[in-house]
C-alpha cells in the first residue's frame, strides 16, 4: 500500500490545520489507522490512531487538540490540528498501527513557529 500524506506548511503557534492521508488501495476495515510524527532528530513516534469503526487513541502530547478520523469508504484518514504548539513541528506519515508496515512515503511537513 501506497500512501500520499497531505497538507501541511507553516503555521503560527496557536493555530489550526488539516491533514489528510490517502492510500492507494483500498484498506481493508479491521486496519487501525494511524498518524506518526518525526520532528528534526528525533524518532518518529505515534501521534494517534483509529479503528474502523472511530474508536482514537492519542498521544498524551497531543489529547485535547488532534482529532484523527477516517473514511472507509474512500480509504482515507485525517488529522484535526488546534492549537499547534512549536513541538509539533515535525514530518507526519500516515500508516497502519501498531506495526507501520505500509510504505512510509514522504509524509507532509508541519512547522509551527512561535
Known amino acids: 500500500v501506497q500512501l500520499q500524506a497531505s497538507g501541511g506548511g507553516l503555521v503560527q503557534a496557536g493555530g489550526s490545520l488539516r491533514l489528510s492521508c490517502s492510500a492507494s488501495t483500498s484498506v481493508a476495515r479491521p486496519t487501525v489507522l494511524a498518524w506518526y510524527r518525526q520532528a528534526p532528530g528525533k524518532k518518529r513516534e505515534f501521534i494517534a490512531s483509529i479503528t474502523s469503526n472511530g474508536n482514537a487513541r492519542y498521544q498524551d502530547s497531543v489529547q485535547g487538540r488532534f482529532a484523527i478520523s477516517r473514511d472507509n469508504a474512500k480509504s482515507t484518514v485525517s488529522l484535526r490540528m488546534d492549537n499547534l504548539k512549536p513541538e509539533d513541528t515535525g514530518v507526519y506519515y500516515c500508516?497502519?498501527?501498531?506495526?507501520?508496515?505500509?510504505?512510509w512515503g514522504q509524509g507532509t511537513q508541519l512547522t509551527v513557529s512561535s
Open positions: 500508516n497502519n498501527w501498531p506495526a507501520g508496515s505500509w510504505s
